[in-house]
């Protein structure tokens, strides 16, 4: 018995209906971030993104659920494309070359978006819980492997506290971005960095000499 042969025009239609779909949803990440450029999370709305975008708020709801998903989803489009951890090379330069993209992506008007969702999170229960999961914790994880990695390869003491010194990196990143609206520049983040894990050395160090 000779196996049955897909019809041509079924075949065409699933081909032609991909990229169409892959456009739609493109286009909606698109038009949701476009809004957190100009709007508080607060006065966005799903219709709004529908409507800018170009399709139903059926076609929306597709992928996404909730207003605070699509607009987290919108953001990490963006972001993961320009700020990558590399898995390759010694740690304490893959974070550092991290950290510098960080600091590129939130000059300018990624940085406006940046501060959007900072700050919404702190009045929105559900795009908190949802930054938290898919944006906070995934990052945070991989950089306290990447300072482990350090550790173990001698590049930073194995009493090193690993909390203390990411948020000794990232904290003057978000004070300029949050409350100063300074630019963070390539030679301020190169000299908050290497000025953290100077410090980290050195205390090990007073605290090896003060043991003895």
């Known amino acids: 018995m000779s196996p049955k042969i897909a019809k041509p025009q079924a075949t065409s239609k699933r081909h032609a209906g991909r990229p169409r779909s ?14 957190l450029l100009d709007r508080a999370v607060a ?31 919108a953001f990490l489009n963006k972001a ?9 090379g010694a740690p304490l330069e893959r974070l550092k070359e991290y950290i510098l993209q960080v600091g590129r992506f939130f000059t300018g008007k990624n940085g406006i978006v940046a501060v959007r969702l900072l700050t919404a999170i702190q009045d929105n229960a559900m795009l908190r819980k949802e930054f938290m999961e898919r944006v906070y914790s995934p990052r945070e994880k991989a950089f306290r492997k990447t300072v482990q990695e350090a550790i173990e390869q001698r590049q930073l003491p194995a ?10 990196i990232f904290g003057p990143l978000l004070s300029r ?11 301020f983040v190169i000299s908050v960095f290497d000025r953290v894990v100077a410090g980290t050395l050195a205390q090990n160090a007073a605290g090896k000499s003060s043991s003895v």
């Open 22 to 35: 892959e456009a739609s949803r493109a286009a909606i990440l698109d038009a949701a971030y476009s809004f």
């Open 43 to 73: 006065s966005i709305s799903l219709l709004h993104i529908a409507r800018k975008a170009g399709v139903s708020t059926a076609t929306v709801y597709r992928w996404w659920s909730t207003k605070e998903a699509l607009l987290l989803d």
């Open 80 to 88: 993961d494309r320009e700020v990558v951890l590399k898995s390759n």
């Open 159 to 168: 009493a090193t506290e690993v909390a203390s010194f990411l948020d000794t």
């Open 177 to 187: 971005l949050l409350i100063r609206h300074e630019q963070i520049d390539e030679g």
